[in-house]
């Protein structure tokens, strides 16, 4: 006798919906005083940009172009020198510069660096901005600064565009794409995937191309987004290595004519092995949390810079009422320092008011009645609202810890609300459990 089919509508589980988030792209757009959409950057710093570039390229003088080391500036930096080509500057006037491991344009070591190079244009891409010198001592050095982190401030002398006033904010590859495509008509389907790349690459993979980001169909026709995505995790692989052997990702990106053309680079392949080696291994270090619950803490020590792709991880998997921030922090990468990246956990990026990392990681070194702001200098709390971080000394941060009460628990008092009962089973037939993931060693 044949059994009868179930009436899943008679069921009494009902199907658990999956949990949506809003679009990147939701967010309205700032508008002028005549209604118009003003984006990526303000229009006088994006026109003021491309006369720049028309300059630079005119001049066929020495350009230097110093892009950040992830897959959204070293693909910002390519569109750069795309264009500065299509519009007639020899390739051969064009060099790069790339800043070393643990350091910024704003150390004296990498402006000495990039002076003596002695080019009479520099372009700066993704490298964050605050207050500082000129970007070289040269005071005839023409400098533009294309970024969209959070800031104000910025290097001396330097043009500006920056995107981190124009919600939804682009990443630096959009903002130059958006800058550099009407400067030649080769822009578009020379550079498109390149915008695609860099966007994903600090985005997401998952993002939707929703106005005002540009219409992409024509880059997704010709490049798959398969290809598109893994090209962006091999681009950022020899970053986090600890040889960070960031020219062979530029090499690759600026010889390629296609994403998939980076899918076979055998030292990015390496790269990403190695890294996601090093990821599992470290990945499974327990956490601690902030007396409030508001922060999650986990330590690691590793010469790779693997703190934000674990940070990245756990922001999709921890969930509580309270929780709102990841930390992860990482004593290995640098002597004597400790390295951190902090994302908003998934559970709480629907709150109101928003989770603002920078603010919440203001707030808590403010509690300090000492000197301990100061102390944490001009890389503490830097990036963006929802992904953020630092480089501080190994004192300073243990200062930091002790502020938010790590590991202490929360008064009774304090919690307002009843304790989550916890189900136990002698015999659990699960042998993948919370408790022996994190007991796990590489």
């Not at 980076?262 to 080696?277: D, F, G, H, M």
Request: aromatic content about 4%.
């Amino acid at each position: 006798m044949k059994r009868k089919a179930v009436n899943t509508k008679e069921s009494p589980q009902v199907k658990r919906q999956k949990e949506l988030l809003p679009s990147y792209c939701d967010i309205q757009p700032r508008k002028g005083s005549d209604g118009s959409i003003t984006w990526p950057a303000s229009s006088e710093a994006i026109e003021n940009a491309r006369v720049y570039l028309r300059e630079c390229a005119s001049s066929k003088a020495k350009t230097l172009i110093v892009p950040d080391k992830d897959a959204d500036g070293l693909d910002a930096g390519v569109i750069i020198h795309r264009t500065l080509t299509a519009l007639g500057a020899p390739a051969s006037s064009i060099e790069v510069h790339l800043v070393e491991k643990g350091k910024s344009i704003h150390d004296d070591e990498e402006r000495e660096a990039m002076g003596a190079k002695k080019a009479e244009y520099i372009i700066v891409l993704d490298q964050g901005s605050r207050p500082a010198p000129p970007v070289v001592d040269d005071p005839d050095v023409k400098s533009l600064i294309i970024d969209h982190h959070l800031s104000d401030e910025f290097p001396k002398k330097a043009q500006i565009v920056s995107a981190c006033h124009y919600p939804p904010v682009a990443t630096s590859a959009l903002l130059t794409y958006e800058i550099c495509k009407p400067l030649h008509p080769d822009i578009a389907s020379s550079c498109g995937y390149l915008c695609v790349m860099g966007t994903h690459g600090d985005l997401g993979n998952t993002l939707k191309w929703d106005p005002p980001f540009p219409d992409m169909k024509e880059v997704f026709k010709t490049h798959t987004k398969k290809a598109i995505n893994d090209a962006v995790s091999l681009l950022n692989a020899p970053r986090r290595t600890s040889k960070f052997d960031v020219i062979s990702a530029w090499t690759a990106l600026l010889t390629a004519t296609s994403p998939k053309e980076i899918l076979t680079n055998p030292r990015l392949l390496s790269a990403r092995a190695e890294i996601n080696e090093e990821v599992e291994r470290q990945t499974h270090t327990a956490p601690k949390f902030s007396k409030d619950g508001k922060i999650a803490v986990f330590r690691i020590h590793s010469a790779a810079q693997v703190h934000p792709v674990i940070a990245t991880r756990w922001a999709g998997h921890l969930k509580s009422s309270k929780l709102e921030i990841i930390l992860v922090a990482n004593s290995g990468y640098l002597p004597g320092m400790v390295n951190f990246s902090c994302r908003i956990a998934r559970c709480a990026r629907k709150r109101d008011p928003p989770v603002d990392i920078i603010s919440s990681l203001k707030a808590v070194a403010d509690l300090d009645t000492t000197d301990l702001v100061q102390r944490l200098g001009e890389s503490f709390a830097r990036g963006h609202k929802e992904a953020s971080g630092g480089i501080i000394p190994e004192k300073e941060f243990e200062e930091l810890m002790a502020l938010m009460k790590v590991g202490e628990k929360a008064d009774p008092a304090e919690k307002g609300e009843k304790k989550t009962k916890v189900k136990t089973v002698e015999k659990s037939p699960q042998k993948n459990t919370l408790s022996n993931y994190f007991g796990k060693k590489g």
